[in-house]
C-alpha cells in the first residue's frame, strides 16, 4: 500500500490527534529505520525515548519471539514467570544497586508514563490519609476521631510550571501547561504549580499551604518543555520542605530514566533520593510499559483492590523488560555519559544554535529566531534525518542508547549543511 493510500484510510478511520510526518516507517535495525519507498533515516527521536537498545534488537526480538510461544497474558489475578524477579532489579538499580537493601522498593507495573504517574498520584494521597488516620489512632483518638483525620489529611501535589506527566485527566491536571488544559475543563483539583529553580517561591507555597500538601510532584530535567534541568539546589530543597512537612517526593522518571541520562534514573545525578518514583518509555525497549515504585513502607498503603489494571505487567511486557534492563546493566552508563557529552559538543558547533542543554542521551539545542524548528524537522527527512521539535525554535535529540560518536557526526554534517 502506497503512503497516499495510507494517509487516506488514517485520515477516515483514525482520530485526528497527531500531526504525522509524510513517511511510512516499515522496518528498522539499530539506529536506523527505513519507509516504504527504501528510504533510510538515522532515528535521533526513537519512539520519543522508547527505543533506547535501537529497532529490533536481538535480545528482545529473542525475549518476545520465546515468551509469545509459551504465554503472552493471564491476567493479574495470578503470579506469572520474570515478575517477581523484575522487580526486584528495580528495587536494586533505585536503591544504589542493592539488591538486598534492608527495605526493598516495591513496583506496579502498569502500560504507560501516564498510567504510572495516575498510580503515583493515588498512592500519595492514600499514603497520606493512611499515615494521618494511624498517627490519630497511635494518640488515642476513637475510631471516629481517626476517621476524620483520615478524610482530613493533605491531598494537595505541588508540580512545576511546564511540567509534563501525561495527557490523562489527572495528569494532564498535573502538567502545569494552560494551553494543554484549556480545552479538557474542569479538571481535577488538587495541584498547585510553583516556578522550576525558584527555591523562594516553593519556601513561599509550603509556608502558605504545607499543611495541606502531602506530594511534590516533578521531574528533574523536563522534556516535552525542552530538556531543563532542574538545579541541586533546588531539589534538595523540595526534599528538605517534604521532609519537613511530612509530603512525600515524587520524581517523574518516564522520559528520564532506565539510563537515558547515564545514571539508571536522573534523581541518582542530583544526591536526592524520592519517596515514589516513576518510569515508562525505556523499560521494555519498544513494548508499552509503565512501572511505578516506592519503598515497602509506602507502597504498602495500597491494599487489593484499591489500584488495578489488565494489562499491566503482561507476559510479553516483563520478558521485554527483563531483557532490556539485563543488557543495558552491560557497560551503558559510560557509553552514555562519554558519547551523551560528544553530541552536546557536537550540536554546539552547529550554525545558528544559541544554547546546548542535557544530560547523557537526553538534549535539546535553541536555534536563533531565523529557524523554524518544526519546520526544520519536516525538511530533514529528505536528508535522511528523524529529528524533534518540543517548540517554535527548540530540537529535542533522544537517540537510542546504542548511538555512537559516527552517528552523531553524520547528524551533526546533515543538519549543519541544511542549516
Excluded at 31 to 59: K, Q, R, T, W
Aim: aromatic share 6%; charged share 20%; glycine share 8%.
Amino acid at each position: 500500500m502506497s503512503l497516499a493510500e495510507q494517509q487516506k484510510l488514517e485520515s477516515q478511520y483514525v482520530m485526528h490527534t497527531f500531526g504525522r510526518k509524510p513517511v511510512e516507517l516499515v522496518s528498522g535495525k539499530g539506529m536506523v529505520v527505513e519507509d516504504a519507498d527504501g528510504n533510510s533515516y538515522l532515528d535521533f527521536i526513537a519512539g520519543i525515548g522508547v527505543c533506547c537498545l535501537g529497532h529490533c534488537h536481538p535480545a528482545i526480538v529473542d525475549a518476545l519471539q520465546k515468551q509469545t510461544e509459551r504465554l503472552m497474558h493471564v491476567s493479574n489475578y495470578y503470579y506469572i514467570e520474570g515478575r517477581g524477579q523484575l522487580a526486584r532489579q528495580l528495587s536494586a538499580l533505585l536503591n544504589g544497586g542493592d539488591a538486598d537493601a534492608p527495605e526493598p522498593w516495591q513496583t506496579f507495573f502498569a502500560n504507560s508514563g501516564a498510567e504510572a504517574n495516575e498510580c503515583a498520584i493515588k498512592l500519595a494521597r492514600l499514603y497520606a490519609r493512611k499515615s494521618a488516620e494511624e498517627k490519630a489512632r497511635e494518640a488515642g483518638a476513637s475510631d471516629e476521631q481517626a476517621k476524620q483525620a483520615f478524610e482530613a489529611a493533605p491531598r494537595t501535589i505541588v508540580v512545576l510550571d511546564r511540567s509534563f506527566h501525561g495527557r490523562t485527566l489527572a495528569t494532564l491536571a498535573a502538567t502545569a501547561q494552560p494551553a494543554k488544559q484549556e480545552a479538557f475543563q474542569p479538571l481535577p483539583g488538587g495541584f498547585v504549580s510553583t516556578p522550576i529553580n525558584d527555591v523562594d517561591a516553593l519556601k513561599a507555597l509550603f509556608e502558605q499551604q504545607g499543611a495541606g500538601i502531602c506530594a511534590v510532584m516533578l521531574e528533574c530535567i523536563q522534556g516535552e518543555s525542552g530538556v531543563h534541568l532542574c538545579t541541586q539546589e533546588f531539589l534538595q530543597a523540595v526534599r528538605d520542605l517534604t521532609n519537613q512537612y511530612g509530603a512525600l517526593m515524587v520524581c517523574d522518571e518516564v522520559q528520564t530514566g532506565i539510563y537515558r541520562c547515564g545514571a539508571p534514573f536522573a534523581f541518582q545525578h542530583f544526591g536526592v533520593t524520592p519517596d515514589i518514583v516513576t518510569m515508562a518509555k525505556g523499560i521494555a525497549a519498544g513494548m508499552p510499559m509503565g512501572a511505578c515504585a516506592a519503598p515497602r513502607h509506602i507502597a504498602e498503603a495500597f491494599q487489593p483492590g484499591d489500584h488495578g489494571t489488565t494489562f499491566g505487567g503482561s507476559c510479553l511486557a516483563i520478558a521485554a523488560a527483563q531483557a532490556t534492563l539485563n543488557t543495558l546493566a552491560d557497560g551503558f552508563t559510560q557509553h552514555v555519559n562519554e558519547v551523551g557529552a560528544y553530541m552536546r559538543e557536537k550540536l554546539a558547533t552547529v550554525p545558528h544554535v544559541k544554547e546546548v542543554r542535557g544530560v547523557g542521551f537526553m538534549n535539546a539545542v535553541d536555534l536563533d529566531e531565523s529557524v523554524d524548528a518544526p519546520a526544520l524537522v519536516t525538511a530533514a527527512l529528505k536528508e535522511g534525518l528523524l529529528l524533534n521539535a518540543t517548540g517554535a525554535h527548540t530540537l529535542r535529540f533522544l537517540p537510542p542508547l546504542v548511538c555512537e560518536k559516527s552517528d552523531i557526526d553524520t547528524m551533526v554534517q546533515r543538519l549543519s549543511a541544511m542549516l
